[in-house]
């Protein structure tokens, strides 16, 4: 999902594959919200001309598109690290010190919550439960879970990705 | 299900919680071991059983022999229980939680459960419609589009007495009747799946270990009502329980079960996934049926509510995951077998997500009308540790912490709602006396706070306002009038917002506030945080007797900030620490000390 397979490629190919995504979703109602979502896990992240060109494709003004964007936290509009690390801040894991977990990572690359390292591996981010609840606390790297963690484990887990 | 002939099953559970654990490292090391030896082994996956505290949660079938539960699994582990249990019958006593006719540690977690809505979950691959079917799946939606005229459905829920699960507990029956009387046309039936409240994951359980049994729910809420299209609205960090879902869609089309003219009945249903996209508001039901229609997730002033005008303004049902789930339930076995559990005004059962201090965390199902102290000591096992119990969150940002002297009241609706949380949609986050109260209600405030959608004044400032008074009071900054102040400010928000997140996003300080005063007095007045939680408030040292110099805690230090020589006393410098408690943590002979 946070592959951004075409990091670093050129504007053309990003529009390419709006054109693609959108071209998919022809005629269904309501396709905005899943073409953002289908074009971001593509290209990781929604640069302002991503977002005109799916104006245009899918009929909505460039306005409306940058209003759903950034009304929703999973769209991104600034480039994302290759691995986003998630670490849960909900109810459970904050009870089971995340607090402590997001310092671990946090130490561990030399990045602020929120942040992406310099060689652009990583970004730090807290979320809001993943769903695991009774192992907090919880990390989440792509779609895999890591569960009743202490900082250390964390720190380890975030320098296996790394490797 | 598991005794097919003689052969022998092994069930790894996969949902992702059993994943979070290591149970596909557990899969493939079952695989491995079976297949080198040439065994005739039925190997398995399931959803989640609800002993997440177990996990990774293997079952060995054997016929004659029953289930054997083993808990806690490593991919190590997997060898010996194929050497001594499946290849030679006797199996590994050590590691087992569970088996039928022993009294093992966690039959206390099942014995006191009544699983209707669970009834497959943790028993049938999710995956496999045939195993759906085989344990009577799709029985009810025959039943209710063959037999029943939509208005003996309506009665029919109705009669059980189910309400929503999703939060409110409105009736399911009028709000199916509502849609069902409006004119003929195009109508819609949509699930909400957005399960926001942070720290549940009941819906995301059962949409991962059972997806069709809500399907077969919407199904037949789609012939009551008379829609012909429906939609899944999953969260979306849930990628596991979209996948499932996906697949169980796939599946029943194929079969007939969706698609045209079910069963030839006539009765036609088509079925779609809107994937979330993260907005908490977004589990409101106007605000969702914006966000599928591409908008921003917006709530709106009801009425109209949506059984009159929903989504594409037309009338639509939405409920949500869990009450869904009851429905093929109650058709196949009727109005008053589901009315005979539970109490007088709060019917049948509920899921709950059993999380924070407490023993054995998972997902549970109980009658309706057990105690909390059931709930948390019985089947919870507890808090652990030897800490003290010192409240429950129920609800969520919603919802409100209950304390020690209301543990003995039982769990409806009604009796939640006095205590002045709410009974949400079944998350329950136990709290022992580690857990700071203040701390707690800034961190709900601070979560409604950024999920507040900006529509209307009172949401959007006042929570802002709430959140800055307390983590001035977490902060050591608490000044005179801000308990005061936070009373003001939260009968406010809840007098005048538009939607539920702000009429309910100061019920965490409001409840905290009722039975915890002396928490935040300490930190205002006394600048103490008594739960030695906030990190302003408190201060690490070392305690002389029982420090003896092992220099460990210096090397964890991640600052720098302990100094001390081999067997000399350390010492902490305070303008280095950064109180990460990785000292405390570290400490073999319980020397470092927090004030
Ligand atoms: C801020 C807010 C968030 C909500 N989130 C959810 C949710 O995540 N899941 C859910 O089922 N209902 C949620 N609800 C309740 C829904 O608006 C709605 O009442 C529910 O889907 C109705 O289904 P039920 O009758 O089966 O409970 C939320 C309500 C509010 C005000
Ligand atoms: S609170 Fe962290 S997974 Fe739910």
Same mark, same amino acid.
């Given at each position: 999902?946070?592959?951004?397979?075409?990091?670093?490629?050129?504007?053309?190919?990003?529009?390419?594959?709006?054109?693609?995504?959108?071209?998919?979703?022809?005629?269904?109602?309501?396709?905005?919200?899943?073409?953002?979502?289908?074009?971001?896990?593509?290209?990781?992240?929604?640069?302002?001309?991503?977002?005109?060109?799916?104006?245009?494709?899918?009929?909505?003004?460039?306005?409306?598109?940058?209003?759903?964007?950034?009304?929703?936290?999973?769209?991104?509009?600034?480039?994302?690290?290759?691995?986003?690390?998630?670490?849960?801040?909900?109810?459970?894991?904050?009870?089971?010190?995340?607090?402590?977990?997001?310092?671990?990572?946090?130490?561990?690359?030399?990045?602020?919550?929120?942040?992406?390292?310099?060689?652009?591996?990583?970004?730090?981010?807290?979320?809001?439960?993943?769903?695991?609840?009774?192992?907090?606390?919880?990390?989440?790297?792509?779609?895999?879970?890591?569960?009743?963690?202490?900082?250390?484990?964390?720190?380890?887990?975030?320098?296996?990705?790394?490797? | 299900?598991?005794?097919?002939?003689?052969?022998?099953?092994?069930?790894?559970?996969?949902?992702?919680?059993?994943?979070?654990?290591?149970?596909?490292?557990?899969?493939?090391?079952?695989?491995?071991?079976?297949?080198?030896?040439?065994?005739?082994?039925?190997?398995?996956?399931?959803?989640?059983?609800?002993?997440?505290?177990?996990?990774?949660?293997?079952?060995?079938?054997?016929?004659?022999?029953?289930?054997?539960?083993?808990?806690?699994?490593?991919?190590?582990?997997?060898?010996?229980?194929?050497?001594?249990?499946?290849?030679?019958?006797?199996?590994?006593?050590?590691?087992?939680?569970?088996?039928?006719?022993?009294?093992?540690?966690?039959?206390?977690?099942?014995?006191?459960?009544?699983?209707?809505?669970?009834?497959?979950?943790?028993?049938?691959?999710?995956?496999?419609?045939?195993?759906?079917?085989?344990?009577?799946?799709?029985?009810?939606?025959?039943?209710?589009?063959?037999?029943?005229?939509?208005?003996?459905?309506?009665?029919?829920?109705?009669?059980?007495?189910?309400?929503?699960?999703?939060?409110?507990?409105?009736?399911?029956?009028?709000?199916?009747?509502?849609?069902?009387?409006?004119?003929?046309?195009?109508?819609?039936?949509?699930?909400?799946?957005?399960?926001?409240?942070?720290?549940?994951?009941?819906?995301?359980?059962?949409?991962?270990?059972?997806?069709?049994?809500?399907?077969?729910?919407?199904?037949?809420?789609?012939?009551?009502?008379?829609?012909?299209?429906?939609?899944?609205?999953?969260?979306?960090?849930?990628?596991?329980?979209?996948?499932?879902?996906?697949?169980?869609?796939?599946?029943?089309?194929?079969?007939?079960?969706?698609?045209?003219?079910?069963?030839?009945?006539?009765?036609?249903?088509?079925?779609?996934?809107?994937?979330?996209?993260?907005?908490?508001?977004?589990?409101?039901?106007?605000?969702?049926?914006?966000?599928?229609?591409?908008?921003?997730?917006?709530?709106?002033?009801?009425?109209?509510?949506?059984?009159?005008?929903?989504?594409?303004?037309?009338?639509?049902?939405?409920?949500?995951?869990?009450?869904?789930?009851?429905?093929?339930?109650?058709?196949?076995?009727?109005?008053?077998?589901?009315?005979?559990?539970?109490?007088?005004?709060?019917?049948?059962?509920?899921?709950?997500?059993?999380?924070?201090?407490?023993?054995?965390?998972?997902?549970?199902?109980?009658?309706?009308?057990?105690?909390?102290?059931?709930?948390?000591?019985?089947?919870?096992?507890?808090?652990?540790?030897?800490?003290?119990?010192?409240?429950?969150?129920?609800?969520?940002?919603?919802?409100?912490?209950?304390?020690?002297?209301?543990?003995?009241?039982?769990?409806?609706?009604?009796?939640?709602?006095?205590?002045?949380?709410?009974?949400?949609?079944?998350?329950?986050?136990?709290?022992?006396?580690?857990?700071?109260?203040?701390?707690?209600?800034?961190?709900?405030?601070?979560?409604?706070?950024?999920?507040?959608?900006?529509?209307?004044?009172?949401?959007?400032?006042?929570?802002?306002?709430?959140?800055?008074?307390?983590?001035?009071?977490?902060?050591?900054?608490?000044?005179?009038?801000?308990?005061?102040?936070?009373?003001?400010?939260?009968?406010?928000?809840?007098?005048?917002?538009?939607?539920?997140?702000?009429?309910?996003?100061?019920?965490?300080?409001?409840?905290?506030?009722?039975?915890?005063?002396?928490?935040?007095?300490? *930190?205002?007045?006394?600048?103490?945080?008594?739960? *030695?939680?906030?990190?302003?408030?408190?201060?690490?040292?070392?305690?002389?007797?029982?420090?003896?110099?092992?220099?460990?805690?210096?090397?964890?230090?991640?600052?720098?900030?302990?100094?001390?020589?081999?067997?000399?006393? *350390?010492?902490?410098?305070?303008?280095?620490?950064?109180?990460?408690?990785?000292?405390?943590?570290?400490?073999?002979?319980?020397?470092?000390?927090?004030?």
């Amino acid at each position: 999902m946070e592959k951004t397979a075409l990091r670093g490629e050129d504007a053309a190919d990003r529009l390419a594959v709006v054109d693609e995504v959108a071209s998919k979703y022809a005629g269904t109602k309501g396709a905005l919200i899943p073409i953002l979502q289908n074009v971001q896990s593509r290209i990781g992240y929604l640069p302002t001309e991503v977002m005109e060109r799916i104006g245009e494709k899918a009929g909505v003004p460039a306005a409306q598109v940058f209003g759903v964007a950034s009304f929703y936290s999973q769209f991104r509009l600034e480039p994302v690290g290759r691995y986003v690390v998630k670490v849960c801040h909900g109810t459970a894991c904050h009870v089971q010190g995340a607090g402590a977990i997001t310092e671990a990572v946090c130490s561990e690359l030399g990045v602020e919550d929120g942040e992406t390292t310099a060689d652009g591996k990583f970004t730090v981010e807290s979320v809001a439960c993943i769903g695991c609840c009774s192992l907090a606390p919880v990390i989440m790297i792509e779609e895999n879970s890591f569960g009743r963690l202490t900082p250390d484990e964390a720190r380890r887990i975030v320098r296996e990705y790394g490797d | 299900m598991a005794d097919r002939g003689t052969q022998m099953t092994v069930t790894v559970g996969l949902s992702s919680c059993g994943i979070a654990a290591g149970a596909a490292d557990v899969m493939a090391a079952f695989e491995r071991e079976i297949e080198k030896r040439g065994l005739d082994v039925r190997l398995r996956r399931t959803g989640c059983i609800g002993m997440c505290y177990s996990e990774p949660i293997v079952d060995v079938d054997a016929p004659g022999a029953g289930r054997h539960t083993y808990g806690g699994i490593t991919a190590d582990q997997v060898e010996r229980i194929v050497d001594e249990h499946i290849a030679g019958g006797a199996p590994v006593d050590e590691w087992l939680v569970r088996a039928e006719g022993r009294d093992l540690p966690d039959e206390a977690y099942y014995s006191r459960q009544v699983r209707l809505v669970l009834r497959n979950a943790g028993m049938i691959d999710p995956e496999s419609i045939d195993e759906y079917i085989e344990a009577g799946g799709y029985a009810a939606l025959e039943k209710a589009v063959t037999s029943m005229k939509p208005e003996e459905v309506v009665k029919e829920i109705t009669d059980s007495g189910l309400r929503g699960r999703g939060g409110a507990g409105f009736p399911t029956g009028v709000k199916w009747d509502l849609a069902r009387k409006q004119p003929g046309g195009k109508k819609y039936v949509i699930v909400n799946a957005d399960e926001g409240d942070p720290g549940a994951f009941m819906d995301r359980s059962i949409l991962e270990g059972d997806p069709h049994s809500v399907l077969e729910g919407l199904a037949i809420a789609a012939y009551a009502i008379g829609a012909d299209e429906g939609y899944f609205y999953v969260r979306a960090e849930y990628p596991l329980a979209v996948k499932r879902l996906g697949i169980a869609i796939t599946d029943a089309r194929e079969r007939g079960y969706i698609g045209e003219n079910v069963f030839g009945s006539g009765f036609s249903l088509d079925v779609y996934i809107k994937e979330g996209a993260g907005a908490f508001v977004c589990g409101e039901e106007t605000a969702l049926m914006a966000s599928i229609e591409g908008r921003r997730g917006m709530p709106r002033i009801r009425p109209p509510y949506p059984a009159a005008e929903g989504l594409w303004k037309k009338p639509s049902n939405i409920n949500n995951v869990e009450t869904y789930a009851n429905v093929a339930w109650i058709i196949s076995n009727g109005a008053e077998a589901y009315a005979s559990h539970g109490t007088e005004t709060s019917k049948g059962t509920k899921v709950f997500a059993l999380a924070g201090k407490i023993e054995r965390g998972g997902l549970v199902e109980v009658p309706m009308g057990m105690t909390l102290r059931e709930v948390i000591d019985e089947v919870g096992g507890g808090v652990p540790g030897g800490h003290d119990f010192k409240a429950v969150q129920l609800g969520g940002p919603s919802g409100g912490c209950i304390p020690r002297e209301f543990i003995d009241i039982a769990v409806d609706y009604e009796s939640v709602t006095k205590t002045g949380a709410i009974m949400g949609s079944g998350g329950m986050v136990v709290m022992d006396d580690t857990t700071c109260m203040v701390d707690i209600a800034r961190f709900f405030l601070n979560f409604t706070q950024d999920e507040s959608c900006g529509k209307c004044t009172f949401c959007r400032v006042g929570t802002k306002r709430m959140l800055e008074v307390l983590e001035r009071i977490c902060g050591g900054e608490g000044r005179e009038g801000d308990i005061e102040l936070l009373e003001e400010l939260g009968e406010q928000i809840i007098a005048s917002s538009l939607c539920g997140l702000g009429q309910s996003a100061p019920n965490p300080v409001v409840t905290t506030l009722k039975y915890f005063r002396d928490e935040y007095e300490a *930190h205002v007045k006394e600048k103490r945080c008594p739960a *030695h939680a906030c990190k302003a408030l408190i201060t690490y040292g070392i305690d002389a007797e029982k420090c003896t110099g092992c220099t460990l805690c210096t090397k964890v230090c991640p600052t720098g900030a302990i100094a001390g020589e081999k067997r000399e006393l *350390h010492t902490i410098d305070q303008d280095l620490c950064t109180k990460c408690d990785a000292c405390r943590r570290a400490c073999k002979f319980d020397a470092v000390t927090v004030d």
